[in-house]
């Protein structure tokens, strides 16, 4: 029995991965993902519930897993990230519920909070981007009136592409000077710039970060929690 559900288990996680897998792909090449995916594998989920040797232990589980869902739907609906993340992730709540190799501590919110930690990786790809700039003389604030602040703030944010490519604007037009633009994009909404040589954010699908926050969840647990046990482990 033990092993039969051990190999249940081993389905579900091979599953969400391909799922994440391919749903993550689709993301970067068309930036859209069909509705018929988390369909398909919405089915293998109740179908894996169904032939799993403890059902009624496992719905409980999936129950608890399942409390992610009306937080993905609120945060979709404020714009912080799409229909397709928020989908993807009530369906992996299904499918791989509460799961993880490492024997640390997870919670029904774990691959989430795992991919809003890791979402900030690119404000180091920034500034990384734009010292590096700056080290060849490049005039990356050129025709922008702003104080230094807000000019650093933007070195953190993004960078001046010549030819930005899935990414959103963060400058505007005031009169004949540029000024910075940090407010929040809507997911959904917000289109992609297309004006050359202007500073934008990085437009990374957060699919991305929802894979491999489920990555980091298998491997090593909750980021949060772990790192607080540590904290107070020393």
Same mark, same amino acid.
């Given at each position: 029995?033990?092993?039969?559900?051990?190999?249940?288990?081993?389905?579900?996680?091979?599953?969400?991965?391909?799922?994440?897998?391919?749903?993550?792909?689709?993301?970067?090449?068309?930036?859209?993902?069909?509705?018929?995916?988390?369909?398909?594998?919405?089915?293998?989920?109740?179908?894996?519930?169904?032939?799993?040797?403890?059902?009624?232990?496992?719905?409980?589980?999936?129950?608890?897993?399942?409390?992610?869902?009306?937080?993905?739907?609120?945060?979709?609906?404020?714009?912080?990230?799409?229909?397709?993340?928020?989908?993807?992730?009530?369906?992996?709540?299904?499918?791989?519920?509460?799961?993880?190799?490492?024997?640390?501590?997870?919670?029904?919110?774990? =691959?989430?909070?795992?991919?809003?930690? &890791?979402?900030?990786?690119? *404000?180091?790809? /920034? @500034? +990384?981007? $734009?010292?590096?700039?700056?080290?060849?003389?490049?005039?990356?604030?050129?025709?922008?009136?702003?104080?230094?602040?807000?000019?650093?703030?933007?070195?953190?944010?993004?960078?001046?592409?010549?030819k930005p490519k899935y990414s959103f604007p963060i400058e505007r037009k005031e009169k004949n000077?540029?000024?910075?633009?940090?407010?929040?994009?809507?997911?959904?909404?917000?289109?992609?710039?297309?004006?050359?040589?202007?500073?934008?954010?990085?437009?990374?699908?957060?699919?991305?970060?929802? =894979?491999?926050?489920?990555?980091?969840? &298998?491997?090593?647990?909750? *980021?949060?929690? /772990? @790192? +607080?046990? $540590?904290?107070?482990?020393?």
């Open positions: 029995m033990a092993e039969l559900f051990s190999d249940i288990n081993n389905l579900r996680i091979l599953s969400a991965l391909v799922m994440l897998a391919i749903a993550s792909t689709l993301d970067i090449w068309k930036r859209e993902i069909h509705d018929i995916l988390w369909i398909v594998f919405g089915v293998i989920a109740v179908i894996l519930i169904v032939f799993s040797p403890e059902p009624l232990e496992v719905i409980k589980t999936t129950g608890i897993s399942l409390i992610i869902a009306p937080l993905a739907i609120v945060v979709w609906r404020i714009g912080i990230f799409g229909g397709a993340d928020a989908f993807g992730l009530i369906v992996l709540a299904a499918l791989s519920p509460l799961m993880s190799l490492s024997g640390n501590v997870v919670t029904p919110f774990t =691959t989430l909070t795992n991919a809003a930690i &890791l979402s900030i990786t690119p *404000i180091f790809v /920034n @500034v +990384i981007r $734009n010292l590096i700039s700056i080290s060849k003389h490049e005039n990356i604030f050129e025709g922008f009136e702003e104080t230094k602040l807000k000019k650093t703030i933007a070195m953190f944010f993004g960078y001046r592409a010549r000077s540029k000024k910075f633009d940090f407010s929040l994009k809507h997911a959904e909404n917000a289109q992609f710039c297309d004006t050359l040589n202007t500073w934008v954010t990085p437009g990374i699908p957060y699919m991305v970060y929802i =894979t491999a926050g489920f990555v980091v969840q &298998l491997l090593f647990g909750d *980021i949060i929690f /772990n @790192v +607080i046990g $540590n904290i107070k482990g020393t």
